[in-house]
């Protein structure tokens, strides 16, 4: 193939999971058949789960890293010359979690990993290591910098979890990656550890594609969940240090709204290195008519950051006006929110929903689903660019939405919008829309234009493919 | 909005103070309707009016820092499997004769026991163990029908039985693990039951593993499979290796010349088998006490030697379990055998010898389970060798089971075990490395 080879790396989505950002990865991937993808997909605990999609001819998966599985590196020689590096963890913990960690020291210690993978394990079970991190996490608690609030005490159980998962940054880090042309990151997180070695190694220009923001959802993550201070602590310094360093490395930095790009801004990314390109949908001419059956659709994960609680709220709001009105949610539980989804069929049972609000399931077709709504509603919290909002809109659906993110560019003039967490709002816009047909049928043919005219796949592709070829090219040439 | 203002926001939104910047614009953006940057600089008014007082830690529940504690299984059951198991194999070398029985076992006992080490690592290391199980049918199927059939090749004389006897012994653990033991137990007597009433042996054993293989289908088609994938080989495989071992040492320990009634030496294993179990069990407990003691420490004062003496404690309270109930129903056995006239004075050696390698499997599966797999298999190795060098040079096998070879695996695990107990911390930590 001449096309550039593009090394697309994912955490916890394309192709094994099912979503807004893999419905993305599926569309570029598949709408640029003249470049080479190689996909590097790190996941959780789905180690013998089959890809949920079906990868184009001209992509493959290069090798899957499965979190937390008990895979040992395989053994191989290395010279006795080389010292291991004990200080590794300490490293990790000092550039990761330290509010003025340091990317360049980050980088190097997971060059070592790289360039020693055979090591890691040794150094990580090591009894110096396991020192030297604590000694190092003791700093990160006791620094004193003037943004951050006084550290919470972290016990030694809360360490070991985070020595545990430092060493698996160790092994992402350590994973080798094939020749590429272009580095493709899908989030400022995990999957960005093995762009930045590449990118340390051999100089291959860095895309980082934000969806939604890896280092707030993760803020709102710990928000929402009743963890302990030292838990929050760790999850949001973990995921401020990677985004600190996807932010510093990225050549450029392609956010899906400018609500993001305002965010990377104020983490100091020059606006020089921003490019926004909103996501884009298929749009089919000639949309169904509003079913009439007073059906409302979601869909989305069941997740702390979809805010399924303000959801079930709105619904038995919505019921005590329109009693006919049903809810249908589709969306999957996904590993690590089981606990969450309870909680949902617990508030679902107080508030008495029963019949009326039902959840289905994952689905793999979004769109047909929508087919039967007389409203599309979305309660999350955060948000970059919904793709399930477009398919909304190229539904001819009605939305009533949160405005967070990138939703209100999405949705202006379309949909009703309201502050996250305010059900009567939402609910009375739901409300609205029920008992105005006529209203619901208008937004909805507005969302349609708007789609068809700004968030048109073609438009979009053309984008991404000046932009990755243009990156690509300057690798091809230097 | 004002710094005190967005800071009243902020912690009505949170129910305390916002822990940094990041997390204050984050609420003022989510529920404040604001956007970033000004949200940045709202968020540094709210930390700087903040009071700075670290939060206060609550206490979190001590969710299992090792994922995989070593399972083993519910102790009625297993005694009560154990006790069928051994009384079972009583009619067998009756009916197909104390040579091949004995040919039978020397294969099928080291395979059984390596077996069952590693399906209780690779699917029983943690919660849902037979969902992991069923996950994983493949693999394991394809792992029992060939140490069947390599054993049954391995018995030029007694292909059936030994086959039988693996398929039948390793099915024992899920049986258990479903919680079916008694029920397993029926299922040996009634093959016991088939003979007595004049079935042919072989038709017996068929029978046997029938039901046996039907309660396993049962066992595992009744429990869903778990998205929990199962151990990796490379990791299960030394457990298999320690499992074997010990299988070897037990069979050297009986030696080559029990002088006694054929049911006598197999019923002598039951005491050691139990106190091994009983004491593992107990050791269990490491994977609970320790992280529940982790949660009240800080990272800010050394690890102490608290927790040290309560991984010491946890250690000799399993020992003196091995010890106490590898004795009680050693001297149980001898009063029987002598009540029926069936002691012989090789008898109260053959339970010294088998109580020894009972310590050593106690210590050995400890190393294991604490993740020093290799130090594991090189003391389970070594004790082998010990007791082959302790036969040549003119040992009985008793004796050096009884005191040779438990005392070079314990000269030997000394060192590590100390190192692992004492940083017991560190070594639940790295046992998931």
Redesign the interface.
Known sequence: MSGPRILMTTEGTYPYVVGGVSTWCKQLVGGLPEASWQILPITAGCRLNAPLFTLPPQAEVVKRIDLWSDEVTPWRPSSRAARDRTSLPAELVRELLGWQGRTDALVDALLWCRRRPERVRAVFRGSTSWKAFLVALRDVLDEQASEAGLAPDVDLHRASQLYQTLYWIARVAAVPTPPTDLLLVTAAGWAALPALVHHALHATPMLLVEHGLYVREAYLGAVRTDDSPSARFVATRLARGLTRASYATADVIAPVSEANADWEQAFGVPSSRICVIRNAIRVMPDPAPLPGTATVISVGRLDALKDIHTLLEVAAEVVRHVPEARFVHYGPVPPGQEAYARSCDALHATLGLGERFRFMGGTTDPVGVLRDADVVIMTSISEGFPMSLLEAMSQARPIVATAVGGVPEAVRGCSFTAPPGHVFELAMGVVSLLRQPALAATLGRRGHERVTERFGEESWLAQYRSLLLELASVAVAS | MGGEQARALVEAR?GR???????A???L???G?L???S??ALG?AV??V?P?????????D??V?VEHPPSQGHGLGLVCSLLAIALWTIPLSTAFGASIMEQARQVALPMTIGMQGLVLRRSFSGPGGLGRLR?DLLGATLLLVGAVGVVALLTPHGRVLAGTLVFVWVAALVWVERGWGAAYAAALAAGVGALWIGVPPVASLVLTASLVGAGLVAALVSVPAT???P??W??AGPAGLVGAGVGFLLLRAAGPHWDGAAWLGVLALFPAFTGSMWAGRHQARLWRVV?EA???????RP?GAGLARLAIAVFLGGLARAVLATGVLSLLILGLATMVGAATPGLAPLLLALGGIGVVGFVVWLLEGL?RSVWAVAVVAAACVASELALRYGLTSQLGAAFVVPGIAVLMATYPLAHLLG?I??S???S??
């Open positions: 949170l103070p916002a822990q940094d910047v990041l997390e614009a984050i609420v953006e989510a529920w309707g956007r970033a940057p949200t940045f540094a930390i700087e903040t700075r007082q670290p939060p206060p830690e609550r206490a979190t001590a969710a820092l996950r998205s929990r994938p151990t990796s490379q990791r992280p982790l949660v009240t420490r800080s990272v800010r690890e993740g940083g911390g560190f639940l930590t790295r998931s490395i």
